[in-house]
């Protein structure tokens, strides 16, 4: 394993200024190290007449916890061709990679300072007009285009062999769908929560729908998904969104970049009512959440319909009734992934801003719980559903 | 691409001696070309004390057509690596490889020359008392071991890496999945079933159906298949079965797999009415046929199952309910390909003599009509069927 590690604040200057084409020659420039995530290094490098770039670095452990956690430095290659792979189809909606370095284990890329952390902003009641929309193009342009539906057979299946990524996907595979259903050590249960907890580790029912998901997860290779497509990977401002971070990029089901971000804005919907605010800022809020929700689907289903019908390059995929049956599959693997979303970030080890900024115990467990039971109403109801309305209507009733 | 191919018989010779490692030193050789496919070039090496070897090269062109029409090389290596990962499994259920040369792109390996192809002994109504025991077996160790519910993540994804095999994979997307359901050219349709035949190109609920199967062969990496399992894989003696030939192997849904042999047990079961003989003996070998599907998939569910309670490694996925669950997904899974093997046997470019040794055009077209019939009820009702008697029912009916 190499140690690429940047020396210092001079050796991540010239990085920068050798591999991005953005400075002007000689130049001051300036670095900060802005890492905010807990595996890799981020730093920005600037000059004076505010040009900037990104760069992030991965090395072989994961940065807040040392050698002790090693991960494989493959994820930084990955992230950087998948961000490659999205630029092709939506090139508006993520950074610009200007400079990808093997051997030093980095990514020099465009600085998207200008834009804020999608949970962030929903957690401060943002009112984000193209959010739904943006997302909703991302999602259809980028799945569809690397999946069979559109990619020759052979680029599709050299496309699956590049995108192998083991270490990643075994953190997903483990805290979506193995920990928050036993009682394991790494997970992070409110106490209020035990009893509801307790009762889903013996939920026969539930853990076997969890199960069919997770087969699915490790065996069906549709589509390059981003992998992680939670609020934090999303950087939003009134004009625009930009998705970053894809280092858990591989060939899986379509249904779990669309649940991934589902499950996050259900997750803000259920805080929202815990969060300080009048009744009636509470409730405007959520209510656009779930029109934010069903345009977000709505987006997403109606172009990669239009994509479908226009693009199918296989004849024998090309069939109008299958496309139907298709979207059909993909709504309910979305909302059976949105579910499994929720619960991993009520009782699993990685919690989520929007919930855990509620102070109070007993008003986050209400938060909880509420998420817990709308969680699993979707993973069990997730092929009867058959709308993105009958979806909102569950999320009403509950 | 390498030219590799051996330039005479004292090459073929020097080779085997070399590498097999079976012969007694200064023992007097010979070699005879047995490639009775069309794509390899086959050579037995033998000794005079009856010690033999095969070996099995694959050039970058197809045997029987030439450079005309380009093969990957890269699937000697994929059937090198099957073969030893299936001995790992049934090692007495294929032939032993004792060498891969992957500069010759050439194999040495065991000579099962005592067995017969298993088409040949089917049309022959040959007694194969251990042969339906045997085919479950194999292909419940060999797919059991190579799922998520055995291997370690880690393992199984560098594996679907090296078993990615776009050039072989694509003769079945296309041969099984596309040219049957239209009028394509490469098709070879009995003129006395072209009525039927063009009713099946217009049935838009089937090829919805095949749609599915297909794009489940496309994506869902369940196990590392043999890909190319029809009778003519199957070589059998009264005491064993040796299957060979994975050259098409890839990870794929494990119902193609077991569906394959399925499929050909029916076309057998279909031809057998028209063949030579007794009513009486037409019969008695049509009630074994069913009898061999019956027991061969008794011992696949059954090993499998067991396998899955025993063997299980992933925790999320040792459910009981789980198990039933997958196996009837299998199950569905191998009427649903059984079916697609028989309608493409039928009017796709690569029949069975089963159904072609039957002379006369009419009768000929009876048994294929039959079987167009019964494998468009397997697709269709795949998922409804729940058993294996009620395949066998449904069977009976036609």
């Known amino acids: 394993m190499t140690d690429c590690k940047f020396a210092n604040d001079a050796d991540v200057i010239a990085f920068a200024r050798d591999h ?10 300036g670095v900060e190290e ?5 595996i890799n290094f ?3 490098v600037f000059a004076d007449d505010g040009t900037s770039v990104i760069i992030k670095q991965a090395l072989h452990y994961i940065r807040i916890i040392g050698e002790g956690w090693p ?14 792979q999205e630029a092709e189809y939506c090139p508006d909606l993520v950074p610009r990679v200007y400079h990808f370095d093997a051997n030093r284990s980095a990514i020099v890329m ?4 200008a834009h804020e952390n999608l949970r962030h902003a929903l957690i401060a009641r943002a009112d984000l007009p193209v959010l739904a929309e943006q997302l909703g193009r991302f999602t259809a342009d980028t799945l569809f285009h690397t999946s069979d539906l559109y990619l020759d057979a052979h680029r599709k299946k050299a496309l699956v062999a590049r995108f192998i990524n083991p270490d990643l996907c075994k953190i ?8 928050p259903y036993c009682d394991h050590e790494r997970n992070n249960v409110n106490p209020l929560l035990w009893g509801e907890a307790e009762a889903l580790w013996h939920d026969a029912p539930l853990k076997l729908e969890v199960a069919r998901l997770k087969y699915r997860f490790l065996t069906c290779a549709q589509a390059l998904l981003h992998g992680d497509l939670h609020s934090g990977s999303v950087f939003v401002c009134t004009q625009g969104t930009k998705v970053i971070d894809p280092e858990f990029a591989y060939f899986g089901p379509i249904g779990f970049d669309v649940g991934s971000l589902l499950g996050n804005l259900l997750l803000n919907y259920a805080g929202q009512a815990q969060l300080p605010g009048t009744d009636a800022e509470r409730a405007a809020y959520q209510a656009w959440l779930l029109q934010v929700i069903r345009d977000f689907w709505t987006t997403f289903a109606h172009r990669f319909a239009g994509l479908m019908a226009a693009e199918t390059r296989d004849p024998s995929l090309n069939l109008p009734l299958y496309h139907e049956a298709f979207l059909a599959e993909v709504l309910a693997d979305t909302i059976g992934y949105a579910g499994t979303e929720m619960i991993r970030r009520t009782l699993g080890l990685a919690h989520v801003v ?10 986050r467990a209400l938060a909880e719980g509420l998420v817990l039971r709308l969680g699993r109403s979707m993973i069990m109801q997730r092929e ?9 209507a569950l999320v009403r009733e509950h």
Chains 1, 2 share one sequence.
């Open 20 to 29: 991005s084409g953005v400075f002007q020659a000689g130049a001051n420039l």
């Open 34 to 38: 802005i890492g905010d995530g807990n």
């Open 42 to 44: 981020v730093y920005r």
């Open 71 to 84: 991960l494989s430095q493959d994820r930084i290659r990955i992230e950087a061709e998948a961000l490659m």
């Open 110 to 113: 465009e600085d998207i300072g």
């Open 172 to 179: 997903t595979e483990d805290l979506f769908f193995l920990d």
């Open 354 to 363: 929007d919930l855990e900024s509620i102070e109070d115990g007993q008003q």
């Open 384 to 392: 009867r559903l058959g709308s993105i309305d009958a979806l909102i």
